[in-house]
């Protein structure tokens, strides 16, 4: 029996583990931005020794929720959210490392919002990461898809990276990394508790200007609650496109739909389930000619529930 379920698995009060973190049995619908999700038990971690502990048992990392359809009977194992300190951020630049032209901050939390972490670096003058300007994760979840715009991504202004697995820390560069399109070469459940940026030294407004610019392509998406594009584009063409030339915009299940204005975005209506979106996925799989890698992420993934 899990002890933070009560009667009927409803959810009762925080209690603190061992090492002090906050665990919360919650719905993790809270925590998507796609508005969908059942419960589990949330560990909030603050420090290193926190997150080892909840790393005792099967886990998963939750960021800003922006990339997730989570089951309606919520996932089995602890979810980790990144909190206090590892969700925080010094933008000082490291003398021993930065110049006139470059600048490689201090450590930033995998926890960070990365909307807000953008708009600061524009007001400071340091370019790099303004191509993600709209993306609405965490910087940990952003840097481990290494999400991005045709404008740039988030491996553009990485010099550090922090990842914790159970066997450990280590501290890597991208050059460690196969990384590419939407993806870090970071394995799975290897969380990314912080990063040093390294940045140009830019003009804010030449920063702004950009974001602005990068901005521009986002008009056309939907403004509804989403986790944004359901498929990566195929070998660079888009996957909206191809699902829009399916004839499949407008396309609903339930209460998910196909966006009519971006056919790669499924759309909460209000009150849709996680398997609303798996039949609308199922479907974008059947018409669609050209084979697509997901690039949403199920919890838990189809039969293995
Ligand atoms: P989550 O959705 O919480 O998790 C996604 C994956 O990252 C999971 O596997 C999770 O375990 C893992 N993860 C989370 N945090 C960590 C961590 N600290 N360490 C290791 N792994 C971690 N994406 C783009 O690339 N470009 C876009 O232009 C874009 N536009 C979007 C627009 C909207 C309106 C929305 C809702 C989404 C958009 N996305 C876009 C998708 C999404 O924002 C990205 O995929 C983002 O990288 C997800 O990050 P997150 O922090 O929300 O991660
Ligand atoms: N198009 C259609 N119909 C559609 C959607 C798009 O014809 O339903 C056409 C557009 O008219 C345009 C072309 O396809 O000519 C490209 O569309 P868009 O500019 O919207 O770019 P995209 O390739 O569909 C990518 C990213 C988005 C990112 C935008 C803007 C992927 C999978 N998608 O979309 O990222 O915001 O560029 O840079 O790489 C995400 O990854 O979640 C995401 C939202």
């Not at 990339?67 to 089995?76: F, M, T, Y």
């Not at 909460?268 to 890698?293: F, Q, T």
């Amino acid at each position: 029996m899990d002890p933070l379920a009560g009667p009927g698995g409803a959810a009762v009060t925080a209690l603190l583990s061992r090492t002090g973190a906050r665990v919360e049995r919650l719905p993790l619908s809270r925590f998507t931005t796609l508005g969908v999700g059942g419960e589990a038990e949330v560990w909030f971690v603050e420090s290193h020794e926190q997150l080892a502990e909840a790393m005792e048992q099967p886990y998963r990392i939750l960021g800003g929720g922006s990339n997730l359809v989570i089951a309606d009977e919520g996932v089995p194992e602890r979810v980790i959210r990144l909190s206090g300190p590892l969700a925080e951020r010094d933008l000082t630049p490291d003398p021993a490392l930065s110049d006139d032209t470059w600048v490689v901050t201090g450590w930033v939390g995998g926890g960070v919002p990365l909307p807000g972490l953008i708009r600061q670096l524009q007001k400071l003058g340091l370019s790099g990461l303004e191509g993600t300007v709209g993306i609405p994760a965490q910087v940990g979840g952003a840097v481990w898809m290494n999400a991005g715009t045709r404008y740039g991504e988030m491996f553009d202004g990485l010099h550090t990276l922090e990842i914790v697995t159970p066997e450990g820390t280590r501290q890597v560069t991208p050059d460690d990394l196969n990384w590419g399109y939407r993806d870090s070469g970071i394995p799975r459940n290897h969380i990314v508790t912080r990063v040093r940026l390294r940045l140009r030294r830019a003009a804010p407004e030449e920063v702004l200007a950009k974001m602005d610019f990068a901005d521009q392509a986002r008009k056309g998406q939907p403004k509804m609650k989403t986790p944004g594009c359901a498929f990566k584009n195929p070998g660079g063409v888009s996957a909206g496109k191809l699902i829009d030339e399916a004839g499949l915009k407008g396309s609903r299940v339930g209460n998910a739909l196909i966006a009519p204005e971006h056919a790669n975005f499924i759309v909460n209506l209000g009150g849709a389930s996680a398997a609303d979106v798996h039949a609308l996925l199922a479907l974008i799989r059947d018409r669609v000619p050209v084979p697509m890698e997901l690039e949403y992420e199920l919890w838990p993934a189809p039969g293995n529930a």
